[in-house]
């Protein structure tokens, strides 16, 4: 497929379960994002990844929440013991430009459709 | 701290009249500006940018977006909607000074456009 794949689509988890949500990126595309959007609010920001460094992972919530992308194109998402404020759609992004003042900044980015969590 | 404002959490336009969905920004240094729409149940996708040049930018669908430097704003625009337009639409900022994630944006809370018959 040519965009980015997210699975699984929907996710329901007991509170205090660990869940693990899935990103396909563009192929090649350099960097990848997780935001965290919340019913009726814009996405938030929660990490970003050149490649397979994690650059950025000033926006996770909380130590229960953490990314990983070891071979620099798919990437995990994983929370560890679900809360309800855990609830909330995750989306993931990328894009082709990597590092420099420049190559990023005026890229756009490419979502997938996202992850609707709901912890009950 | 960079920031994004839609001050209008829906706007409700009659099709074939004109559109506007606003935004106002704030950044330490100056700004790229983006506007995203979102479907329901679907990701966001890119409409159009502001990084430099012509205020006036030309995007997707048929939109286009007045940057003003003096009012710190960003408002979409439309001359004639269309019922398929009918979406949230995002604002979004990434502070071309910022020092942090090169990637990052700050998004709005998003307006919810409805365009009737």
């Given at each position: 497929g040519a965009g980015v794949s997210q699975s699984p689509r929907y996710k329901v988890a007991k509170r205090g379960q660990d869940v693990a949500l899935r990103c396909d990126p563009i192929?090649?595309?350099v960097s990848l994002f997780w935001y965290q959007q919340a019913l009726g609010q814009g996405p938030e920001f929660l990490t970003y990844f050149q490649n397979e460094a994690q650059?950025?992972?000033?926006?996770?919530?909380?130590?229960?929440f953490f990314a990983e992308r070891p071979e620099g194109s798919v990437s995990t998402l994983k929370i560890q013991r679900?809360?309800?404020?855990?609830s909330a759609v995750y989306l993931c992004a990328s894009s082709p430009a990597g590092t420099g003042?420049?190559?990023?900044?005026?890229s756009p980015l490419h979502f997938g459709n996202g992850t609707r969590l709901t912890v009950t | 701290a960079q920031s994004v404002a839609q001050p209008e959490d829906q706007v409700n336009v009659a099709e074939g009249n004109p559109l506007t969905v606003k935004c106002t920004y704030s950044v330490s240094g100056n700004p790229y500006l983006f506007w995203y729409v979102q479907y329901p149940n679907r990701g966001l996708q890119f409409l159009l940018k502001y990084i430099?040049?012509?205020n006036l930018v030309k995007g997707s669908y048929g939109f286009e977006a007045e940057f003003n430097k003096s009012q710190t704003s960003f408002h979409l625009k439309k001359p004639s909607a269309l019922v398929s337009d009918s979406a949230l639409y995002f604002c979004a900022v990434r502070d071309?000074?910022?020092?942090?994630?090169?990637g990052n944006l700050i998004f709005g809370k998003g307006t919810k456009l409805s365009v009737k018959p």
């Open positions: 192929s090649g595309h650059l950025d992972k000033s926006g996770l919530p909380s130590d229960r679900t809360q309800q404020e855990d003042p420049l190559s990023s900044y005026n | 430099t040049g012509d071309k000074d910022y020092g942090g994630s090169q």
